[in-house]
């Protein structure tokens, strides 16, 4: 079989088109790099799917990833204005994630990789939120970097674009799962992010004081007992005042991951801190970390909201610089390793 490594001077050239799948939960996507420059990064979301049942069943997850991989691959090669013969590597979330919904995308990607001989590179979902910081390129390491997403809340040092140490993590439910779980309590639609975030706008964020949970003499996050203060609160009060409910909701949540990014601060002065994951997409977080650093000298780098879901865009941009780092591709292999 034909060696698949890419040589040095392609690992050097601004001419390599790198492919980048993900389907590691309820998203469908292809991204397509060359060089620095997204090309494509096309999304089928399967919101429409999971919103009658208040949360992902994974079963119908991986049968959407099987019936939108092919067609949107073809689509997003066509709009990138290439041939499948002409994609140098592909990259592909295989860890962590729904084991089913893994499976569809690293057997496509393996598949592909091995009828058209490019080499294939396992890329870490949550590596990968952060690397849709990378085509900003002024990034200075080292550097702090956190996920916060719906199934997690990370916190990392990164002494280079692919390598980051995990320094800290939520001990229970995750920041974008207390925002559903919320939002449940509060009848709203799923995923309900987006509409406390919508309602909050309403409401009195100091009218409401949940208590937040701090962890001394460690980076990790709890997030289990806000949640529980908000159910008690809706038992006792009801919902009748929702927006206020939502706004104190937010505003407490904001405070604890703002006071572990200053712990993370203090322990590993860096200037520039990255972020990645759906629920920075939330503009009220945005704006509040972007000012906090602002005032510690200290830049937010966080990716446009397109960027911040589940995407191949960031899985091509981390595999190329998995590629320029040295890195080997994975053998043709359908090997996934799901969230425990």
Do not use: W
């Not at 494509?40 to 399967?46: G, K, T």
């Not at 207390?178 to 799923?190: A, E, H, Q, T």
Request: hydrophobic fraction near 40%; glycine fraction near 8%.
């Amino acid at each position: 079989m034909k060696d698949t490594h890419l040589s040095l001077s392609q690992k050097r050239s601004n001419n390599i088109f790198i492919l980048g799948i993900e389907t590691s939960c309820d998203e469908t996507s292809i991204g397509i790099v060359k060089n620095n420059q997204l090309l494509v990064n096309l999304i089928a979301s399967q919101e429409k799917i999971h919103t009658c049942f208040g949360g992902i069943v994974p079963e119908l997850a991986s049968r959407a990833h099987l019936e939108k991989i092919i067609p949107i691959f073809n689509t997003a090669t066509k709009t990138a204005g290439i041939l499948p013969e002409q994609i140098d590597a592909i990259g592909v979330t295989n860890t962590p994630g729904l084991k089913g919904s893994l499976m569809v995308g690293v057997a496509f990607a393996n598949g592909l990789g091995y009828s058209l001989k490019k080499p294939v590179y396992n890329v870490n979902h949550l590596s990968a939120h952060l690397a849709a910081c990378y085509f900003d390129s002024s990034i200075q390491f080292p550097a702090l970097g956190l996920v916060i997403s719906g199934g997690h809340t990370s916190l990392f040092l990164l002494h280079s674009h692919t390598d980051m140490k995990l320094i800290g993590k939520t001990r229970d439910d995750a920041c974008g799962e207390v925002f559903d779980k919320v939002g449940r309590m509060m009848n709203l639609p799923f995923p309900g992010g987006a509409y406390i975030e919508k309602l909050a706008q309403k409401g009195n964020e100091k009218r409401i004081k949940f208590p937040k949970a701090y962890i001394k003499d460690s980076l990790d996050f709890s997030f289990s007992g806000i949640k529980t203060a908000v159910y008690y609160y809706i038992s006792k009060h009801g919902a009748e005042n929702p927006a206020d409910i939502a706004a104190s909701f937010q505003k407490t949540m904001t405070d604890s991951i703002l006071a572990k990014i200053n712990d993370a601060i203090d322990l590993y002065p860096v200037k520039n801190f990255l972020f990645g994951g759906g629920v920075i997409r939330n503009s009220y977080m945005r704006n509040r970390i972007t000012g906090h650093l602002a005032r510690r000298n200290v830049r937010a780098i966080i990716p446009e909201p397109s960027l911040c879901a589940d995407n191949g865009g960031k899985i091509a941009i981390f595999t190329r610089y998995l590629i320029l780092s040295g890195a080997k591709p994975s053998p043709y292999r359908i090997s996934v390793v799901p969230t425990q």
